[in-house]
């Protein structure tokens, strides 16, 4: 059953090495986000200097803008604080138009044809979901890249290290699978393109905005909040950020870490199980 | 020990409880045999194909495939089948020979093995020049030979063959069919074929079956069904009013004769003893023959006395596009 997914997944990665411009559409999405976005908003801006021609004390300023910073995690400015979510937000919008290729797999004949060689129809369903990962995880690489070169972007803290760099990626790669074995069980669901970007905006949208992926909790409704603060897109973007904004970890910091992380593992392997037995059921004879 | 490939019994398929597909067909392919379903559009050709290759449920009936239970051992039946589909499923970013091989790794093909067959093949099917190209520089002609590649790529025992020259312009798909017959006289491969024209399953097919509305018509080899027909028919006109009828008939090996004013049909059951013999008895009359043809019976006739339409009509049909766009929607 490996040999088959790899062999699957190298022919999906293959396609897409030989047609490169098909990664462009997604990293223009994470580069606008992050470039235009990103810069056009800096919360510590908000922060008066003076009221009604009153001179506000500079300690005091310093006092408002250093809570306001904690409140975006510690993060020296909006595009620190936004990298982990725009990279999350990539991922799962790439993921979920990554099924398309499968629809069309299907559309094509493709499918038929995997589905009559002796292979296990849990290949075809984790093929679908690797191809689907890497590419979505090379975009998130990039993206990363893309932020630390942007003027005034991205700025990890002191001590952020090698170690840091993949704990950030297997946060984010974590989410990414989980997402993407979804998705991709959607992509074998569906027969036509319509019905699945019809699914994937219904899905992709609200989970980002249900999430700290653009903005701190500290600023949402309690309703909103509470959905929040189990949306494993906030627990990736948050450990990432954990990871980014601070170069060592205090033990409560670790704490923290390991939490979010053990519940990301936990989150991958149910949607991953979740996503073959729909995949099974859209994959059996007709 | 059988030595049939293909056993089909009340084979049914009906979706949705309404719409019957296939509707209680019995057949069979003996090994080495080279089996064609012929039938119009939405007849129920490729839904067979379909359950005979595990894709469809089968709502009724049994069909062993290689000897294996297509419902109880569906992986068996995988392992010993081959299929070129209708559609053209090769990868246009892979070069002709990633295709192959990629095939014969879904078929748990040893590299060594699948290099030799790639080998093989590519020289059949005159390829090899274009093995490390991408597929999309390939042609119509290439892609389909390329696919009938990746069917047999693994070795299997059964061909199955959707509609294999389907858009394909004359010549390229007289060279299909002589890759076709010799894959099935040289290599001994067992082929069931589907097509929808009648000249294809005259020219490659040992057996053919007649499919319209899901059920089996008639079976039986392109001689044996056209010989139901009663032979040649020559078709003679005549210009000057004499009555020849009871002549003709006293001609041997005239089984028929209709005349319609001036015009005579004459069914023959030997062409070269009639033919010479009713020309002679023509002159000796003193009579002028305005006009002679003689028509083989061909399996359009075949389908239009079984079916009461022709292919042409029937594939075009209403009726029959209506139930395939049916299918598909309640699939």
């Keep these: 059953m490996f040999n088959d ?56 300023v310093q006092q408002i803008k250093s809570a306001m910073s904690s409140t975006f995690g510690g993060a020296a400015n909006y595009i620190t604080f936004l990298t982990a979510g725009v990279i999350v937000f990539t991922v799962i919008i790439n993921m979920a138009y990554g099924g398309i290729d499968i629809v069309l797999d299907r559309q094509l004949g493709y499918l038929n044809s995997l589905l009559t060689s002796p292979i296990s129809r849990a290949s075809i369903f984790f093929s679908g979901a690797m191809q689907n990962f890497v590419k979505a995880m090379f975009v998130a690489v990039l993206t990363f890249v893309v932020a630390l070169l942007l003027p005034n972007g991205l700025q990890v803290g002191a001590g952020f290290g090698i170690l840091n760099f993949l704990g950030v990626f297997t946060a984010f790669a ?43 909790l500290g600023t949402f409704p309690s309703w909103l909040k509470g959905i929040a603060e189990i949306n494993p ?3 990736a973007a948050d450990t990432a950020r954990l990871l980014i904004v601070n170069g060592n970890l205090s033990s409560s910091q670790l704490s923290t870490l390991s939490g979010n992380m053990l519940y990301l593992v936990v989150f991958a392997v149910v949607l991953a199980a979740i996503g073959y037995l729909i995949a099974r059921r859209a994959l059996k004879a007709e | 020990m059988t030595n049939k490939m293909i056993e089909a019994e009340n084979l049914t398929k009906t979706y949705k409880k309404t719409v019957k597909a296939v509707d209680h067909i019995s057949f069979s392919v003996k090994e080495g045999e080279l089996f064609g379903f012929i039938g119009p559009n939405g007849a129920g050709k490729t839904t067979t194909i379909k359950m005979l290759t595990t894709l469809a449920s089968i709502t009724n009936g049994t069909a062993l495939v290689a000897g294996y239970d ?12 081959g299929i070129v589909p209708q559609e053209l499923t090769a990868d246009d970013e892979l070069k002709g020979a990633e295709n192959l091989l990629l095939s014969a790794k879904l078929h748990h093909v040893p590299k060594d093995t699948a290099r030799k067959k790639m ?51 004359i010549q390229t798909r007289q060279n299909m069919w002589t890759y076709i017959r ?5 290599k001994g491969i067992t082929v069931f074929m589907t097509t929808h024209y009648l000249e294809e399953a005259d020219s490659l097919c040992d057996r053919i079956a007649i499919i319209d509305n899901g059920t089996i018509k008639l079976s039986g080899s392109p001689a044996d069904l056209k010989g139901k027909l009663g032979g040649t028919i020559l078709t003679i006109q005549l210009g000057n009013g004499a ?39 023509v002159t000796k009359k003193g009579l002028k023959l305005f006009d002679i043809a003689l028509t083989k019976p061909t399996l359009d006739q075949v389908f239009l006395q079984i079916t009461g339409n022709t292919m042409r009509d029937g594939a075009t049909n209403g009726n029959a596009y209506g139930q395939r766009v049916l299918i598909e929607r309640l699939k």
Excluded at chain 1, 179 to 187: I, K, T
Excluded at chain 1, 195 to 205: D, G, K, P, T, V
Excluded at chain 2, 131 to 141: D, E, F, P
Excluded at chain 2, 248 to 276: H, S
């Design chain 1, 5 to 60: 997914t790899l062999a699957l997944t190298v022919r999906s990665l293959k396609k897409w090495v030989r047609n490169p411009a098909a990664i462009m559409p997604g990293l223009f999405m994470a580069v606008f986000w992050l470039a235009l976005f990103g810069s056009s908003f800096n919360p510590l801006n908000l922060v008066p200097s003076q009221i009604g021609g009153t001179t506000l004390s500079p300690v005091l």
């Design chain 1, 174 to 216: 974590l989410v990414t699978f989980g997402f993407g074995c979804l998705f991709s069980a959607v992509a074998f669901s569906v027969k036509v393109v319509d019905s699945l970007i019809a699914i994937i905006n219904f899905l992709a949208f609200p989970l980002v905005f249900m999430s700290s992926a653009m903005f701190p």
């Design chain 1, 233 to 235: 897109v906030t627990k």
């Design chain 2, 70 to 81: 297509v419902c109880k051992d569906p992986a068996a039946v995988r392992e010993n089948i």
């Design chain 2, 119 to 169: 080998k093989e093949l590519l020289e059949l099917l005159e390829l090899e020049g274009a093995a490390q190209r991408q597929v999309k520089t390939y042609s119509g002609g290439m892609r389909r030979r390329l696919q009938l590649a990746m069917g047999l790529i693994h070795g299997p025992k059964i061909l199955f063959l959707d509609e294999p020259t389907l858009g394909l312009d």
């Design chain 2, 182 to 186: 010799d894959l099935n006289r040289e």
């Design chain 2, 243 to 281: 009555d020849i009828s009871t002549a003709l008939w006293g001609i041997q090996d005239v089984t028929e004769v209709t005349k319609e004013g001036e015009t005579y049909k004459i069914k023959l059951a030997r062409t070269e003893t009639a033919l010479p013999a009713i020309v002679e008895m």
